[in-house]
Every structure is written in structure tokens, then in C-alpha cells.
């Protein structure tokens, strides 16, 4: 087998970058049904205040503990959840791979959200740090755990659109 | 139309007419007018009314404190020495900084920055620098008395875990303010120790005075959060109990299971849009319930004006609070608890269900956009239009119905009595 051409650490950086790109561009193009497609069976996606995080507090606003709760997301968010229309845009930056393992990478990040209303205006929705345990399972990244906690602790009247 | 002096009576503008007696009809300057608005600051918010301010379980050892709002006015609450909770406005008594400047933590006492000046757990003032000057330099005038610039203190009433406070000499005991329809139904949800879970802030471009006319409205529950019928969370046809005390100002929701809820054929004959006979949960987890009361209460709404609402919806439980931030924001503050008993399942449960309620809310996030819209469409400066809501009107005293606007009707008259001059 030939060498490969780069350092496991950067190849495994390349290969969050596109999977990052990939992820951003299904939530920010607002196809959210395919977004549960982003986990493995067993995750976990939350999404916690700095507020209640630094406190060791656990209540977070978003809370899913398999995919089934990912996909009944999707589900209220298609068929029930009322909210007004709204374009998000994710911005990530710094990230760092913590830890990369054969088929395990655990990644920090800093986001923001901008979010765009019917008024036309841009906002900063939220910004946060996100931490995720990525697995790779049949050839591709999937999500393990994600956990997302967010500086912007008031929330602008309220958090549907997954991020 | 009936004319009602309400608002400033000896002012230039005129006074505000109420088209009805009974609350039915509220003009819509109520929401976005400032004369309004700081007339509610003094009248309801610093008048004889109990604000809740938080759980004791937030602050459980000395010297633990917690900054928050009565109204506009920052007041922060803290454990004292002999394990009561002090609460004061968060105001130096020198040049009026805030003196507290963190959400909440842990001191031996405070000290304002700006001067340094010092204040004990209880906001009496400890120490001023150079009081007595500085080699030739003079300090305070030798009549300066410390006693008379702390910071300014608030009465402080507990009632079960839930703490208020109050500006006013003049209200009555705290357990007279909640009333005896009132404190029953706390009684049942604080009925043992509790664990505080934490805090979820949303922040609403509304009037605080659209969401309690959303926690007394059963109307909309079923109309606007979707959830509930579409996942058979709960219907209309379930048991169900309103509570009112004798001012109209404090009310309660309950819903109640019962057999009958599982009949969805009433969506079927009325054509209710909204509800989707098949749609179900990849995994129901996050509506089970585990019935902590008998009967089952599904789910409790209890409205403690002017700041407070007790929730428990399945199992979550919170207290609300409602911190208005102007005529047109209002921010909702869920103080999220569990109970010290609970056992890891039931701990376990109550942070999935914390996904029904707050900014994400299954059966909540909602709220929102509804007091929102109703703002966008009022607010403009002169509009004298009104609301109409006439469900349930002329039904008899005492009707239990989760399709009436009785209970809004009730804290408007209410309101209008505890405003007027």
C-alpha cells in the first residue's frame, strides 16, 4: 500500500472540513430532512447555554439522545412547530481536532449563526463553541455526540431550525 | 362605550376607554404605549404586589446570590448568616452603579467597583475608602451616616421553594397575596425538596402583558402548538380544572388524563386543520410520562401575577418568570427543578421533556411568534383599536371550559382596578 501523500492529522482535517461543508449546506439550505442522515444510530445531539454548561447545570433546550429523536425533530419541525420564516448561515472557525483516532475524531469549534428574517434584516442568532465526537462508519463520517453551547443565552424569541 | 378613567387623569393625553366592563375588550395601547408601561412599573411591579425573583434552591449556602429583575429594576437576592434570603436593588447608594455585576455566584459581601465603597449579604453599608480622608485631605462630612446609604432593601417572602420579593411596605403577607385558591396547587407541585436543573432564557419582542393573556388563554393550546395533536400529547376532550382568585389576577390550567383523550374524532367533525391523524413519534420517549400525582395531572399552568408561572407539563417542571424589558420585550425565564429524590430514571426524564417547554419547545417555542405577531401588528403610535375576545362570555360563574377567555377577561378587570387613579 502506498504512503499516503499527507499527515493522518491533516488528512483527518480535510476530511471534518468537507464533512462540515457538507452538513452546513444541508441546515443552511434548509433541507432538513435529510439532516438526521449527518448521525449514527446511537447519537447524541444537545444543545446547552454557556449559562447552565459552566454552572454544571443539565438542562439543555435541545436534547437528542438517538437518531429516532433526531428524526422527530425533523417531524415537528415539517409538520407542527410554528416559527417565523427564517434563513440561518452558519460561520465556523478554529477548529481543532482534539483527538484523532483510526475511525474516531473529536473536533472543537468555534460557530455563529446569522439568521435572516422576513424583515430582511441579518442578525447574529447565536455564537458558541461546538464539540463533536466524530465516527466513521461504511467509508463516511457520521456524528457520534455533538454538543453545542451557545454564548447567546437569551434566545431571540425561539430555536427551531437545528444547527 | 364605557369610559373608564384610568390613565392620567390630570395629563394632557386622554384617558384610556375600556369599550367593556368585563374585559373584553382591551385596547391595544395598553402594549406599546411608555407612559403605560412606567405607570405599570410603579403601580404593579414596585407598588403591593409579591415579583418572583427565583428558587431558594438557587442559593442554598451563605453568601450565594443571584442577580435578576423586578420589572425593569435589577435586584439581586442572597443567603445570609442565618440562612434567610436577603434581596435588595442592585443600585450603589453612592453614585448609583450596579454593584452586583454577575448572573449569580458566591461572596463574602459586595463591593461596588466604581468607588469601592463595601455592603454586607444583607446591602447595609460596611465601608467607604478615605471616609475619614487622607493625611490633609477632608473625607466625608463628619454627619455621614453609613445607616443611611445602603443599598435599598426589598422585603423578601418565601412560600414553599419559590422566592419573591417587593418594594412595598403595604403588601399584605406573601401567603394572603398567593390566596387560598392559589397555594393548594403549589402546595402539590413543591410538595417535596427540589434539585434546580438550570435556567433557559428566551427573549420576546412583545408586551410582557400578551404572554399572561397566553398562560390564561386554554383557547389557543390546542390551536397554535400542534405538537399536542398531531404527536397526542393531550386534547381538548381531557379532564380539566381552572382556578381564579378573587382579584382575577392569579389563575391556574390544569389538564387532567382520562379516557376520553384518546377520541379524535372531534378534530374530524369540527375540520380542525391542524390535526394529522397518523403522524407519530420514531421514539415516544420524550412524552412519556411517569405519573407523579393522582390523578394524573398531564399538565398545570398556574399564573402567580405579575411575574410568575408554575409549570408542569408531564414531568417538567418549571417557574416561570416574565422580566419585562420595555413595552415592546419581554424576556422568559424558565427555572427548570427536578426533586431530590428523584431516581435516575426519573432524572433522566425530566431533561428529554425539558425539550416540550422553553425557546426549543415542542409545545412551547410557539409563544413566541404568537405575542410577537400580535406586537408587530398594534404598535403603531395612535392606534386606538381593541381586542374582542367573547369566548365563554355570559357562561355562569364557576364554568370549567379549555375554550374560554374567561380568565383573560378576569386579569384585565383586574389590571384595569390596580392601573386605575
Known sequence: MAEPLLPPKLLARLEVEEFYGDYIACLDEARIEEWPDFFAEEASYRVVSRENWEAGLPISIFLCRNRRQIQDRVASYLEANIYPDQWNRHLISAVQLTDVRENEIFVASNYGILQTRQDGETRIYQSGRCYDRLVRTDGRLRIHSRELVYDTHAVATLFVMPI | ?421
Open chain 2, 1 to 421: 362605550m364605557i369610559t373608564i378613567e384610568t390613565l392620567n387623569a390630570s395629563g394632557k393625553r386622554p384617558v384610556l376607554q375600556w369599550p367593556s366592563e368585563d374585559g373584553a375588550h382591551v385596547p391595544y395601547r395598553l402594549f406599546f404605549e411608555r407612559e403605560i408601561f412606567d405607570r405599570e412599573q410603579e403601580r404593579i411591579f414596585r407598588g403591593s404586589n409579591w415579583s418572583f425573583v427565583g428558587l431558594s434552591v438557587e442559593v442554598p449556602r451563605l453568601g450565594d446570590y443571584k442577580s435578576t429583575y423586578i420589572g425593569d429594576t435589577p435586584v439581586v437576592i442572597v443567603r445570609g448568616k442565618e440562612g434567610e434570603i436577603h434581596g435588595w436593588v442592585n443600585r450603589c447608594g453612592h453614585r448609583g452603579a450596579k454593584v452586583c455585576r454577575h448572573l449569580r455566584g458566591n461572596v463574602r459581601n459586595f463591593t461596588c467597583i466604581y468607588h469601592q465603597w463595601q455592603y454586607g449579604l444583607d446591602g447595609s453599608l460596611l465601608g467607604v475608602p478615605f471616609r475619614k480622608g487622607l493625611k490633609t485631605m477632608h473625607g466625608m462630612p463628619a454627619d455621614f451616616e453609613m445607616s443611611a446609604h445602603g443599598l435599598q432593601p426589598l422585603r423578601v417572602g418565601s412560600y414553599r421553594d419559590l422566592v419573591f420579593a417587593t418594594f412595598s411596605d403595604d403588601a399584605p403577607p406573601l401567603i394572603d397575596f398567593l390566596g387560598p385558591e392559589m397555594t393548594p396547587l403549589i402546595d402539590a407541585v413543591f410538595c417535596k425538596p427540589i434539585t434546580f436543573l438550570g435556567i433557559t432564557r428566551q427573549r420576546i419582542k412583545a408586551n410582557w402583558k400578551l404572554y399572561i393573556e397566553n398562560v390564561k388563554d386554554p383557547y389557543h393550546g390546542h390551536l397554535l402548538h400542534l405538537f399536542h395533536n398531531s404527536f397526542n400529547v393531550s386534547r381538548p376532550t381531557m379532564d380539566v380544572g381552572n382556578r381564579l382568585d378573587p382579584r382575577g389576577l392569579h389563575s391556574a390550567i390544569m389538564g387532567i388524563a382520562n379516557e376520553a383523550m384518546h377520541d379524535t374524532s372531534i378534530y374530524v367533525s369540527d375540520k380542525v386543520g391542524t390535526f394529522k391523524e397518523d403522524a407519530t413519534l420514531a421514539d415516544p420517549e420524550v412524552i412519556r410520562a411517569r405519573p407523579e400525582t393522582s390523578p394524573q395531572v398531564k399538565s398545570l399552568v398556574q399564573s402567580i401575577f405579575p411575574s410568575l408561572v408554575v409549570q408542569r407539563i408531564h414531568n417538567s417542571l418549571a417557574a416561570r418568570q416574565i422580566v419585562p424589558r420595555g413595552p415592546d420585550e419581554f424576556e422568559l425565564v424558565f427555572h427548570m427543578f427536578g426533586y431530590a429524590d428523584d431516581d435516575a430514571e426519573l432524572a433522566d426524564m425530566r431533561l428529554l421533556q425539558a425539550n416540550l417547554v422553553g425557546p426549543a419547545g415542542f409545545i412551547s417555542m410557539e409563544d413566541g411568534e404568537a405575542t410577537e405577531i400580535v406586537q408587530a401588528a398594534i404598535s403603531q403610535p395612535g392606534n386606538e383599536a381593541h381586542s374582542g375576545m367573547f369566548m365563554g362570555r355570559g357562561a355562569p360563574e364557576g364554568h370549567v371550559s379549555l375554550i374560554t377567555e374567561e380568565l383573560i377577561r378576569a386579569f384585565w378587570r383586574g389590571y384595569r382596578a390596580m392601573m386605575a387613579d
